[in-house]
């Protein structure tokens, strides 16, 4: 498991090939490609873990969206490399990060804010 620094987030990434991930996440996992991420986190099914493979040139990376934060900071527009975005078995991806998000607060809908 390798964590990113930055101010906001800490990122988790599923172990595998440094090249050719996304195949080895749908031979070996059954990891499902999907055209672009959910309008918002909470459209993700239950069980199901939504994982973004950037392509860096150099390597691969598969980042777990393990949150509405996480998920906005990997689907950033400015910047430039490839995304391939995967669905995934939740269980089976947080036990190769080994990794375990508590169901009722990973899946709260949007916020409302309260008049003042």
């Not at 172990?15 to 999907?34: F, N, S």
């Not at 906005?72 to 391939?84: G, S, V």
Request: net charge positive; hydrophobic share 35%.
């Amino acid at each position: 498991m390798e964590q990113l620094s930055s101010d906001l987030t800490m990122a988790f990434h599923l172990p595998g090939p440094t090249k050719g991930k996304v195949d080895h996440l749908v031979a070996t996992y059954g990891a499902e490609r999907i055209s672009k991420p959910p309008k918002a986190f909470h459209d993700i099914p239950e069980s199901k873990a939504l994982l973004c493979v950037v392509d860096t040139v150099t390597y691969e990376t598969a980042s777990y969206c393990f949150s509405a934060v996480e998920m906005t900071l990997l689907n950033d527009t400015t910047d430039f490399r490839r995304r391939t975005w995967l669905l995934m078995d939740r269980r089976k991806a947080e036990e190769l990060l080994k990794f375990r998000t508590v169901p009722a607060e990973r899946r709260k809908g949007p916020s409302t804010l309260l008049p003042c």
